[in-house]
């Protein structure tokens, strides 16, 4: 890593670490989101300029806090209730209670659309700003600031309240900020070792958030499930690509470059879930990458208990991408035959997906029809994108 | 914290008023019954309320092109029509929602918080 990245690197540890907390803060103190919001960006636009220039302040969040307040005095000028409120604080917060979850809650409420929660619970939460959101899903900054500002302006008008749902309601709302948590994931390692490697890192800040959520939820399984599977993608992420940037697929991968004290946790992380008995999809998942990385070789790999968990999964969750990796499982369990017989089924549905075409490919090498094995692989190159994704396919049209 | 008011705005679908029209009157009573309950279940929290005729007996005024245009029917021709209003006065959008989820009759219904 080069100088200017480990710089950026440690700032958006920092701010990370501190953005939401202040958000949190501010929005108790003034009782306004909005407001709070953008006070909060303030700071972090001053961080972002001074300290790699001057250095990262030995209280990073009693700076931010500073000039939040001082901005916020000057801008909150024509509002008196907040500028009294905001005179009279002082940090640290009299109540050092951490009110992330409320923000988080907000963030990701339902009545937002999606590219709105994503956006605004990276900016409040996570304190990235516009052009570091821009920047990591290759979209324009204009789109970015359009997103947050009438997702602010929705939570102001419409009411949407600041608070941990009620018991009741608890389960589905925590659902839509664990997709949140997990598309964000997504977006930053499926895109690792391409053209984002120096831009934010998106499986970074997934991980921060998912360790916060297990950290102010220690008792919902579901939570902790979603962070065993992040720390297990990630446990991995070394051993995914040549030094080049092309993907090296999961028999061919050095097991010994993987972090097997991460791969420790995360299955403790995932036994400790299991003792609430309430399972769920991202435990599952979990589960599944355990079995994976517990395996010493890839010849060691325990399929049939992969095969069940995929089955409890498909039980919970049905959908034909977890049908497709069930039948990957039960080509180890029972022979490429039977496989090719349930990928076939999935036809309708996943016709347009092309690991769909590349699996098939793969059962069709399998047994010996190695003409469709190629024209099924031409089908995936065609509709993939990712660069890595092209380049190993070309490989198997041209060698396999 | 202070309340707001929104306006809940029932929506009646074409699949929805076929399966009234199919019911007999003893089951059209019961659905009747439950939605008279909501009202009562949530009277404290409702100001006001009307159910509309249906959408034949909408008529529609244009005003943006000079003469006024007088139409036949509902602003927007839609399989979804709205069929009735209520004015709530509740805390905030989580308190609208939780009144939502628990209506009885037709199968959609918006949301929108009045000014003011």
Redesign the interface.
Known sequence: MNPQAAVEVELARVVREHAGRLAASLVSLIGDFTTAEDLVQDAVEAALEHWPREGIPSNPDGWLYTVARRRGLDVLRRNARYREKLALAAWPPQSPQDDRLRLIFTCC?P?LPRTAQIALTLRVVCGLTTAQIAKAFLIPESTVAQRITRAKRKIA?????Y?I?DAD?LGPRLAKVLTVVYLLFNEGYLSSGGERAESRDLAEDADFLATMLGTLMPTEPEVLGLLALIRLHRARAASRFTPSGEIIQLPDQDRTLWDHAAIGDATALIAKAAGFKRPGPYQLQAAILAVHAEARTFEETDWEQIFLLYTMLDGIAPSPVVKLHRAIALRYVSGAREALSEVDKLSDALHGYHLWHATRAELLRDLGSFDKARAADRRALRLTANPAEQSLLRQRINWA | MSA?K?VLMFVDTEQYAADLAAMDDAERERAYARVRQWFADNADKITSHAHLMPAHTATTVRLDGGEPVITDGPFVESKEVVSGFAEIDV????A???MVKAWPACPVVE?R?TTG
């Open positions: 409420h009545a008008d419409a009411g949407i309240p608070r749902p309601e | 707001l929104y805390a905030d959008l989580d609208a929602l939780r949301i918080p």
